[in-house]
């Protein structure tokens, strides 16, 4: 690979460690030419949210990565029907689809976790001597020989031949990469909460499974996280104006609880036991036309589609970008071509997958505004049910990554080699 001033090693600086930025951690340390350093802002790592879905496709990168084993199943919930998800009817309680992962093996079966057994398992895989917190990036600038010069808050400064934006949804390598892209606040905030087990499971009749409880414009979910833990999570349509406002910060438990008087008994039960709870504004972006740029910069995690959660596998989503970034850097390097072509592999991977993701938006979207005139709880929810909660989207869980990196960089391979041969016969021939 070309680098910069014939430098030894490639300079890779991963800014971030959220689930994008442990796992290209793990791959990258993994390439003996590349000389890695991770920076996060945070003083400590420490995991804001509730649960986190680990799916199918989550699951079959972790095993990818190495990591899988560092999941301890006794951590995790899984359903003992080995549903991943059902969904109800929020005001009469009436199930109207459970999702039963029939043609998914055991190994990747659809699990729910407190989010630091994901980051845990992660950050057991990196060498943490190359990680520096309290580091936030503000300044990101190209010198004339093309490498990048990083500035963090602390004053602390780097020069980096390949810089990985896994700095979330308000990445500030997405905005030097992309400055005239904004996000915005979606009109929707989660709340988030997690409450005693028992208390949940005590209440008669509630299932013990990972639910949806949805209404026209608001749902509830309720899950097990194993270790005496229950989430309540809550997504609603609540105007929210500061597009500063901070993901985590504590709401009032009325101001939660009000937002669902049109809801079941049995939910309103569930929201009286939330002692406390956090909120979570969603911001998200239109798509990028390009997960690259500058010829070394990669975005990777919600970096690269900044979604907000869309879909419940972001943390899948990012380390399927690791797997396609790490490979298309050692796959330039052992072909001697520059790094810019192994971004531009990346992204020819990468790209048409966050296009498919939008498009599906795109899909709810249309579905939204064909359902207006329907004006009845359980008309709204059924229709919601059947055109969002399907599995027409179910691909994207079940999307192998592995199998696209193949047939990727073998093409391309061979359209070298094929260029390389018509370039010989055309010499010979002259
Ligand atoms: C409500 C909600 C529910 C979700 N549920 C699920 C789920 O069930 N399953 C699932 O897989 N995904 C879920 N997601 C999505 C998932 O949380 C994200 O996709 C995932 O965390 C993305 O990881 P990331 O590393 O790209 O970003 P993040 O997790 O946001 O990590 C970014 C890191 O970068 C650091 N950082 C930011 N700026 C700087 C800077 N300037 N300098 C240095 N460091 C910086 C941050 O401190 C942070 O540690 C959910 C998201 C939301 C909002």
Known sequence: MSRPGNQQKLNVAIIGAGPAGLGAAIEFQKLP???LRIYEQARGLREVGAGISIQRNTWRMLDALGVYDNIDPNTIFRAADGHSVQHRNGRTGELVVSNGQ???????????ALRTILQTALLKGIDQSKLRLSSRLIQVSELPNKALS???????TDEVDLLVGADGVRSVVRQFSFPDHRINYTGVTAFRALVDAQEILSIPNFPDA????????????????NNGIYEVTARTDVPETSQTASWGQDASTDEFVGLYKEFAPIIKEVLSKVKEVKKFPLFAGPRL??????GSIALIGDASHP???AFGAGAGFALEDVYVLARSVNWAHERNRPLSDALELYDRIRSPHYKGMYDILDGFRRSDASGKELTLFDDIVASNIKNKWTDDHYW???????????????AE?????GNASRSSEVASRL
Do not use: M
């Not at 949805?214 to 899950?223: E, I, L």
């Open 210 to 225: 990972v639910t949806f409880w949805h209404g026209p414009t608001r749902w509830v979910y309720t899950c097990n996280l």
């Open 413 to 417: 391979d061979a359209k070298q080699q």
């Open 150 to 156: 990083l500035r963090f808050e602390d004053g602390h």
């Open 307 to 309: 979604l907000s959660g």
């Open 33 to 35: 030419f590349v000389n």
């Open 396 to 410: 994207l869980y079940h999307y192998n990554v592995q199998e696209v990196w193949e047939k990727t960089y073998q």
């Open 289 to 294: 036309s390009r997960v690259i740029s500058h």
């Open 102 to 112: 029939r043609d998914t093996p055991q190994r990747y079966k659809h699990a729910r």
